[in-house]
């Protein structure tokens, strides 16, 4: 596509429950970066895919979080069993390759849990 | 790791005038430094970019200054206008590892 495109743009969730936020990054970007963004904050870093396969796990807050890429393309974020801290703004962002190359942001999904 | 601190974290100046934000980094493996606008409601956009093997980039009324000694850059924004109101983000990368950001600069340009 275009741009990067993220899905839903919002979600309001109980406590407890579980979400999927999904990416579907530019076609032909082989790089896949999922970010969060908490009120007034800084964005920080998630996990991000080459392909299919995900070379850095080290910011996923926790195991409730997780992720996979299928066929190189789209991506999706689960949150498990949900808490209120997970409240935030995830931004997905893709780029040809890894590397010192600008990536392209989606619009986010702004997830709230009540 | 990386850790990039960005100053300040506030900024207001009168339309027609510049914009200076800094941004400083930690790891001096670290290669590639662009900057990224964040309007309401949107996404971050890049808008310019430097390499460690350049001092200085301009784009029009945009520009970065990168000093691997000190480890800092700068985005310099001359004859600012209202629409450059927006949060702008420093970020910082070492090899082909993830975009490390700061915490964000909000811009308010005054007409």
């Known amino acids: 596509g275009a741009g990067v495109s993220q899905s839903p743009s919002n979600k309001v969730t109980e406590k407890g429950k579980d979400v999927e936020l999904r990416c579907d990054p530019i076609?032909?970007?082989?790089?896949l970066y999922w970010y969060r963004q908490s009120l007034g904050q800084g964005l920080e870093f998630l996990i991000y895919?080459?392909?299919?396969?995900?070379?850095?796990k080290s910011g996923l807050p926790s195991d409730r979080f997780s992720a996979e890429r299928t066929g190189g393309s789209v991506s999706t974020l689960t949150i498990q069993r949900t808490q209120q801290e997970d409240s935030a703004v995830y931004l997905c962002?893709?780029?040809?390759?890894?590397?010192?190359?600008?990536?392209?942001f989606g619009s986010g999904t702004r997830l709230t849990v009540v | 790791g990386e850790n990039v601190e960005q100053h300040p974290s506030t900024l207001s100046v009168q339309e027609g005038d510049s914009a200076v934000i800094k941004c400083t980094y930690s790891?001096?493996?670290?290669?590639?430094f662009p900057w990224y606008k964040q309007e309401l409601g949107k996404g971050p956009q890049l808008i310019i970019d430097?390499?460690?093997?350049?001092g200085e980039k301009k784009d029009q009324r945009i520009a970065v200054t990168l000093n691997k000694t000190a480890k800092h850059f700068s985005l310099h924004i001359t004859e600012t206008q209202p629409e450059d109101s927006a949060v702008y983000f420093c970020?910082?990368?070492?090899?082909?590892?993830?975009?490390?950001f700061g915490k964000g600069t909000r811009l308010s340009v005054i007409a």
């Open positions: 962002a893709s780029s040809q390759v890894p590397g010192p190359y600008g990536y392209t």
């Open positions: 076609s032909g970007h082989t790089a």
């Open positions: 895919f080459q392909g299919n396969s995900a070379p850095d």
């Open positions: 790891d001096s493996a670290s290669n590639y």
């Open positions: 430097i390499r460690s093997n350049v």
């Open positions: 970020a910082a990368m070492t090899g082909n590892t993830p975009l490390v």
